[in-house]
């Protein structure tokens, strides 16, 4: 995913909060997303955010959006080791077949 | 819910051997794609389809092939099988061209030995 960008590793303590970064570089994406990935699955979406939005909340998670600078990040609060995962951020590119460009993931380890 | 389903989870190949990997979806989705993950790199997409017989290529196509018969199975075909295509292969569906939702399976590690 050399257009969206995250760091590689996070840690933190259980009962923390969490924030994961992702930049990304084109500014025509409509929808931009967050997927986890647990140990031997699939990826799991978690949450989106169109681009016209700045902020979304769901439950423990919060997603800013910064068009300006196209900086995304993803919030956990209160986290818990079973939120230990790779995260991965993705944008939908306008145009054609609306695909997915991903970043290379977050691995996020919760340690007590 | 969705399930996307793919035929196995771990596979073993030798150089040379021609690989299918199957995955099926149970929800009437128009689009299917194929991606390869690697640490550091992510997933990327290898081909899609969003319609049966109909098939687009995504941005590594290259020693890559699918096909698409009928509408809920998506298969990737490795022709002559290489030490470089060892990678985890996720597929994924979603109900629209234009639907925010990508569902994905639980992967299949290929290593080519």
């Known amino acids: 995913g050399e257009d969206v960008e995250q760091s590689l590793f996070l840690s933190v303590r259980e009962g923390d909060s969490s924030v994961i970064n992702c930049t990304y570089t084109?500014?025509?994406?409509?929808?931009l997303y967050w997927y986890k990935q647990e140990p031997g699955a699939g990826l799991q979406l978690l949450t989106y955010i169109f681009s016209n939005m700045d902020m979304k909340q769901d439950q423990r998670l919060t997603v800013l959006l910064n068009k300006k600078d196209k900086h995304l990040s993803l919030r956990i609060a209160d986290t818990q080791t079973g939120d230990s995962a790779i995260y991965f951020c993705?944008?939908?590119?306008?145009?054609?077949?609306?695909?997915?460009?991903f970043g290379a993931g977050t691995r996020l380890a919760v340690h007590p | 819910d969705v399930k996307v389903t793919q035929s196995s989870r771990y596979l073993v190949k030798r150089t040379g051997e021609k690989v299918f990997l199957e995955c099926v979806q149970d929800?009437?989705?128009?689009?299917m794609f194929w991606y390869r993950q690697d640490p550091g790199l992510g997933l990327r997409l290898i081909y899609f389809s969003y319609d049966v017989k109909m098939k687009e290529k995504g941005d590594i196509p290259e020693g890559y092939s699918v096909s698409r018969e009928k509408k809920e199975r998506f298969s990737l075909i490795l022709e002559s099988a290489s030490t470089n295509q060892t990678s985890m292969y996720l597929c994924?569906?979603?109900?629209?061209?234009?639907?925010?939702?990508?569902?994905f399976g639980s992967g299949t590690q290929l290593s080519v030995l």
């Open positions: 929800m009437d989705h128009e689009n």
């Open positions: 994924a569906s979603s109900l629209r061209v234009r639907d925010e939702k990508l569902f």
């Open positions: 993705a944008e939908r590119r306008s145009g054609g077949y609306n695909k997915l460009i």
């Open positions: 084109d500014s025509s994406s409509t929808y």
